[in-house]
């Protein structure tokens, strides 16, 4: 069995990507990992689905336990992904998703070279902001604080693979699906079929 895809996807806050992942989700069955943080539970997020609620302590335990696969500190929060089940589902052959930002997705690509990292763009950092406003979950100060980030953010979209725009939401999904399609017909990820295929004597390829 041919492992899964590890997808590493990074967007400034705002741009959208939770919801382009969720359009995806319908069309491309995913494993998304759960990350552990130390940030507070917002209004309607639930332990163990949106993220692993930790304490600092309980964190810092994780990454000295080599439980996590990457990690980083972002606006006075640590974040990480726990290192096991993204490895099991991996090696199951299920694609697995890391929503992740930049320092954290740098390290994967170090780690897991085989990973492959899309970054989502606002269509400017103007509507980035008016899109965080709107959400009103933060502050006006943590939203200037989160739009200073982003652009530092957006910067280093050219260590990713590609990248999308969620300008419109279809169109985001949409290349966003194309993607996972062409990196699952590469000739590195195709070995097994071609034997497969090569085995038949069909002289096909
Ligand atoms: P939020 O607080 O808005 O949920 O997330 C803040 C940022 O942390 C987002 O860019 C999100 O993608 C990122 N993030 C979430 N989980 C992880 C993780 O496990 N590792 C890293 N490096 N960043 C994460």
């Known amino acids: 069995m041919s492992r899964g895809l590890l997808i590493v996807v990074s967007a400034p806050s705002g ?14 069955e995913f494993y998304y990992s759960v990350s552990a943080t130390t940030r507070a539970p917002r209004e309607g997020e639930k332990d163990g689905v949106s993220y692993h609620f930790m304490t ?21 929060n640590y974040y990480g992904t726990p290192r096991g089940p993204v490895e099991e589902m991996l090696a199951a052959g299920k694609d697995v998703v ?3 930002e930049v320092k954290g997705a740098m390290q994967v690509k170090e780690k897991c070279p085989e990973a492959v990292l899309i970054f989502i763009l606002p269509p400017s950092v103007d509507t980035l902001r ?8 933060e502050t006006e100060e943590v939203i200037e604080k989160r739009v200073a980030e982003a652009a530092g953010e957006i910067a280093q979209s050219v260590n990713y693979d590609y990248v999308v725009v969620n300008d419109d939401l279809d169109e985001a999904v949409e290349n966003f699906l194309t993607v996972i399609k062409a990196e699952k017909m590469t000739v590195k990820r195709s070995h097994a079929l071609i034997d497969k295929i090569s085995e038949k004597g069909d002289n096909k390829l």
């Open 98 to 100: 890391l929503e992740i």
């Open 15 to 28: 741009c959208g990507k939770g919801t382009i992942l969720e359009q995806v989700r319908k069309r491309h």
């Open 130 to 137: 008016h899109r965080l406003n709107k959400r009103k979950t």
């Open 56 to 76: 600092k302590e309980g964190f810092e335990k994780l990454v000295s336990d080599n439980g996590v696969l990457e990690y980083a500190s972002y606006c006075d």
